[in-house]
């Protein structure tokens, strides 16, 4: 039974209160039932957010019967742990049936997972890592607003998740950007896992948002649905002080609201009731205890029929005239030149297609040029990467292309789980990382990443491009540009020269288009191969001429595409004779290791060596510091010849 609240009125009618205490009673069978049936879960929150939750679903923009509907609002449930109460409201507003999500809750291969997925119709995020959700709301309630869209986005959360710092990020972000249009709701209940707020790490809620600059209402009790409605919809109308700020409702609420031997039990944040238990806590709802039916009923193979299919939204993108470069530049340059170039042809008469985040590197990752192009679509999010990392995914899944550029160390190893997670809601996100590797140099070994290839592989729907020279980088950053998915670019700090043919021309020049999955060889050879990516290929260029010098006819093979990788490519190179890796990168987890798996996966016994980075560099020029793990030419020719 769904229920419509009309926000005209300024409180609830008697109809509607024991309208929407009939459905907290369904709602709160369906939570125990369904964590009973599962022997696990999290009913505690469930009944804790369960009166604000229905009510919140009776005000917003939203059609069960198409829960993409591009008007909706966006729920964003920060604490995806309360999944049966979510599921259960869901239910109730018609997404889909009771049985459905009764005999699937938690089974594998069901529609309804433990932590709220996008598989099931009405979830807008796959959430559990408590602290980021607040991030992705911002990055939606951002979205809309670049889209002139009134659409709102509310973000429920935690109390104790409040200890998460990423979320001071995005509080002081949406402040920043006046995000209106974002409602969050504090699930207040004063209870985590291990006890109490007060316990476990005390903080002042209300203080905290405060003086991030939003509006904060302060609830008494959460569970009066009438006085929740007529906070919610104040908040919603926009009928707070400062209109243009985001506000938060802490609302003052009972972990396992409603059963009376499980009120107030942080055991009950986690754990189900057992059969005994939950007969008991039916003769308090008032509800016939059919356990046993559900329970034969979960014997049947799952049903999957619910499940929801990625929809992906992404926009046309023009990638526009390649631009060549014939003297030395750097690869960022030619990023923010490809970007701004990008800018222009994509963002016109008004439309965004394109935006850019960068966190106090404005200049160093190139996003000047863009910023002054497209000065609605770049955020400036300040030393916030964790919460610009979550919030560009979120942007990029609204129809917008978002770019996240910082130094290699901050854009990966930084926020390794934040980018997990997007992965996960496979956004259209691209990270592009201006300074990796020892190319770095002089900031030394801090700032020197070297281990972002082994990291981005983890994940499963990240493409990893590591251009070789600024005119590959031109050409894979439109490729990133124009196709949909989450996509990381890497490169080094300094200027280098354009590879070039053996007639001289720009090796990537105006004819060159960068293939995913495909290498590129350089130079063809019958002596064996160097295979190679990124800062170093002018060393090993340098070395091939070297080889050349001495008689040795090698071939490179330039892997800039280093996921999905050119499997046929080092096939081919293992066949032809010895075969060297050459890279800025740990040694132990970049290009070497995956041609060692090829070459293995392919039972082929090619002579093999890998050259990569063998321990932390230090600060000084990064021709020493190649010199000194035997990455500059001279290291790869003495290397190159061991094999021979
Ligand atoms: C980053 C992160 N750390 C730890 C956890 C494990 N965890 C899940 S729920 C929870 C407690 C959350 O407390 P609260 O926000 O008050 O939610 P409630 O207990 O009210 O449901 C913890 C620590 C997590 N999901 N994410």
Redesign the pocket.
């Given at each position: 039974m769904a229920l419509e609240l009309n926000l005209q009125n300024t409180e609830l009618t008697g109809d509607e209160i024991a309208k929407l205490a009939e459905m907290r009673r369904v709602c709160a069978r369906r939570i125990l039932l369904s964590t009973s049936l599962a022997a696990s879960g999290?009913p505690?929150?469930s009944l804790?957010t369960l009166d604000m939750l229905l009510v919140t679903y009776g005000c917003i923009k939203h059609d069960p019967k198409d829960s993409q509907w591009q008007g909706r609002d966006r729920v964003l449930m920060s604490?995806g742990?309360?999944s049966p109460g979510v599921y259960s409201v869901l239910a109730e507003n018609g997404y889909f049936t009771e049985e459905d999500f009764l005999t699937g809750f938690r089974r594998a291969g069901s529609g309804f997972p433990g932590h709220v997925e996008r598989i099931v119709p009405g979830v807008e995020w796959d959430t559990?890592?408590?602290?980021q959700g607040l991030s992705t709301a911002v990055g939606m309630a951002q979205a809309f607003k670049m889209k002139g869209s009134d659409q709102k986005v509310i973000c429920y959360?935690?109390?104790?998740?409040?200890q998460?710092g990423q979320i001071a990020e995005a509080m002081r972000y949406a402040n920043k950007y006046n995000l209106g249009n974002l409602i969050v709701i504090v699930?207040r209940?004063h209870?985590?896992?291990c006890g109490t707020?007060e316990e476990v790490m005390d903080i002042d809620v209300t203080g905290l948002f405060e003086v991030s600059g939003w509006n904060v209402i302060k609830l008494d009790d959460g569970h009066d649905t009438n006085k929740f409605f007529q906070t919610f919809r104040k908040a919603y109308l926009g009928e707070v002080a400062k209109t243009d700020k985001p506000t938060m409702i802490e609302a003052r609420t009972v972990?396992a609201k409603g059963i009376s031997f499980m009120e107030n039990l942080?055991k009950y944040?986690?754990s189900p009731l057992n059969q005994e238990q939950l007969a008991e806590a039916f003769k308090e709802l008032g509800v016939d205890n059919d356990f046993d039916k559900w329970a034969e009923l979960r014997k049947a193979p799952v049903a999957t029929n619910t499940k929801m299919k990625n929809v992906v939204r992404y926009p046309d993108i023009v990638g526009g005239e390649p631009i060549t470069y014939d003297s030395k530049t750097d690869c960022r340059s030619a990023y923010g030149n490809a970007l701004h170039s990008l800018a222009k042809d994509n963002n016109v008469g008004g439309a965004i297609k394109i935006a850019g985040i960068s966190c106090d590197l404005e200049g160093s990752v190139k996003m000047g040029d863009f910023h002054k192009h497209s000065p609605t679509a770049y955020f400036e999010a300040g030393i916030q990467e964790h919460h610009a990392a979550s919030m560009g995914a979120a942007i990029s899944r609204e129809e917008i292309a978002c770019f996240f550029s910082t130094f290699g160390v901050f854009a990966v190893s930084e926020v390794y789980n934040q980018n997990r997670i997007s992965d996960i809601n496979e956004t259209n996100f691209k990270v592009v990382a201006t300074h990796c590797g020892l190319d770095v140099g002089e900031d030394g070994p801090t700032h020197q990443g070297i281990d972002y290839i082994g990291l981005m592989r983890n994940y499963f729907r990240f493409n990893v491009y590591i251009p070789a020279d600024p005119n590959q980088t031109d050409r894979v950053i439109r490729t990133a540009t124009v196709d949909s998915g989450n996509v990381f670019v890497g490169m080094g700090r300094s200027k280098m020269a354009p590879i070039l043919a053996e007639d001289g021309t720009p090796f990537f020049g105006n004819d060159y288009r960068f293939t995913p999955g495909k290498g590129d060889w350089v130079r063809s050879g019958k002596a064996g191969t160097i295979i190679t990516y990124g800062a170093v290929t002018p060393n090993v260029m340098e070395a091939w001429q070297g080889l050349k010098d001495e008689g040795h006819d090698v071939g490179v093979l330039v892997m800039a595409s280093i996921a999905p990788v050119d499997r046929d490519a080092i096939v081919e190179a293992a066949q032809k004779g010895p075969v060297l890796t050459v890279e800025d990168h740990h040694v132990d987890t970049g290009l070497g290791a995956i041609v060692a798996t090829v070459i293995a996966d392919n039972g082929l016994a090619a002579t093999f060596k890998r050259l990569g980075v063998t321990r932390y560099g230090a600060s000084g020029k990064p021709a020493d510091l190649y010199a000194s793990q035997d990455l500059d030419s001279a290291g790869i020719v003495k290397t190159f010849k061991e094999m021979l």
């Open positions: 999290h505690g929150g804790s604490i742990h309360v559990g890592n408590l602290g959360m935690g109390d104790g998740e409040q998460k699930d209940n209870i985590q896992i707020t972990m942080s944040h986690g």
